[in-house]
């Protein structure tokens, strides 16, 4: 029985060495990567800006600090306050996130409200093209029409927009960032996990719930691989696209998961390649059988996993 224990304790000793050893190298290499990558200093411009909030705060909190750091004056406010601060502060711009399910009462006349006041006004959706149903009878009430959806900027444009811009999004790097994490951590998070065909055998290590913000940065922190999977262009079952226009471009989570140093594996699409080198900063597959094969790969082959979730810190 003593042996037994002794034994026992001399592999849990290795294991944990091994761990330790493992995450003190990822976090030495993450730190490598913010040292070097420092973001260019920009000017402030001469401009006041009201920024009103979508309620989610991984990319309010986002826009809302990078706007303080490049216009003279930034303020954040919700969508019920929108037209009598815009009144009080008189702003340059009042930009709008998404504008979805955000006004008190009817959006358009809210818009119309702050144009009255020769205040010029922009809606930035980051949903696209998901709710385009909506969307499109919103945009033509902005001065300024921005999308992260490159499929998208023909339909504004064809409704009578003149201003149509693609502005992708980019990542809160106060929130999202390479840190320490329990071990509880490593392991599968997020919802529809049950529909796995054999979820029954992968149950125990699987947290089946949504994940708050503050969460899912140490679920990314926690896992080896992350899998990055876009919803479809179409849902039969909540249909708010029904031009059912494609989604070519990337998510706000594949900003995230980069951030946190992370190997991230996604499926393409098409401004991915103007961000992120395949195979040298991310990994991309077209099948599930591509897919297991990559997992596989990294699983087994740990430097060449950490060469892409932190390509600036090797060689």
Same mark, same amino acid.
């Given at each position: 029985?003593?042996?037994? @224990? ?21 976090? #030495?290499?993450? =730190? ?9 200093? %920009?000017? %402030? ?21 990078? $706007? ?84 998208? $900027? ?7 927009? =003149?201003?149509?811009?693609? $502005? ?39 947290? %089946? =719930? #949504? ?52 190997? =991230? @594996? ?41 060469? @892409?979730?932190?390509?600036?810190? @090797?060689?």
């Amino acid at each position: 029985m003593s042996k037994t @224990i002794t034994a026992n304790s001399t592999v849990g000793r290795e294991r944990g060495f091994l761990a330790g050893k493992e995450h003190g190298v990822r976090m #030495w290499r993450c =730190q490598a990567v913010i040292d070097v990558v420092r973001p260019a200093a %920009l000017p %402030l411009r001469e401009a006041k800006v009201l920024f009103i909030v979508q309620g989610f705060d991984a990319i309010d909190g986002g826009i809302s600090q990078g $706007l303080q750091q490049t216009v003279r004056e930034a303020y954040t406010a919700t969508a019920t306050d929108m037209v009598r601060l815009a009144e009080e502060l008189r702003p340059d711009l009042v930009l709008v996130m998404n504008g979805l399910h955000l006004f008190p009462t009817e959006h358009k006349e809210h818009v119309e409200q702050v144009k009255l006041m020769g205040i010029r006004t922009a809606i930035w959706f980051a949903d696209d093209p998901y709710f385009t149903d909506h969307t499109a009878s919103l945009a033509p009430h902005y001065d300024y029409v921005f999308t992260h959806e490159l499929s998208c $900027l023909a339909l504004y444009r064809e409704i009578g927009c =003149q201003q149509v811009h693609y $502005l992708p999004l980019a990542v809160n790097t106060s929130v999202y960032k390479p840190m320490h994490v329990a071990p509880e951590y490593r392991s599968l998070a997020g919802s529809l996990w049950d529909q796995l065909r054999h979820y029954s055998l992968l149950e125990q290590g699987i947290k %089946l =719930q #949504w994940i708050p913000i503050e969460e899912s940065v140490k679920y990314y922190n926690g896992a080896k691989i992350v899998m990055n999977v876009h919803r479809l262009s179409y849902d039969e079952t909540y249909n708010k696209n029904s031009k059912n226009l494609p989604g070519h471009s990337i998510n706000p989570r594949t900003y995230e998961i980069s951030a946190c140093g992370t190997l =991230q @594996i996604t499926d393409y699409r098409h401004d991915l390649d103007q961000y992120y080198t395949p195979g040298h900063d991310i990994e991309t597959f077209d099948s599930a059988e591509e897919l297991i094969q990559k997992m596989q790969h990294y699983l087994i082959h740990e430097e060449d996993r950490m060469r @892409i979730a932190m390509p600036c810190s @090797i060689g």
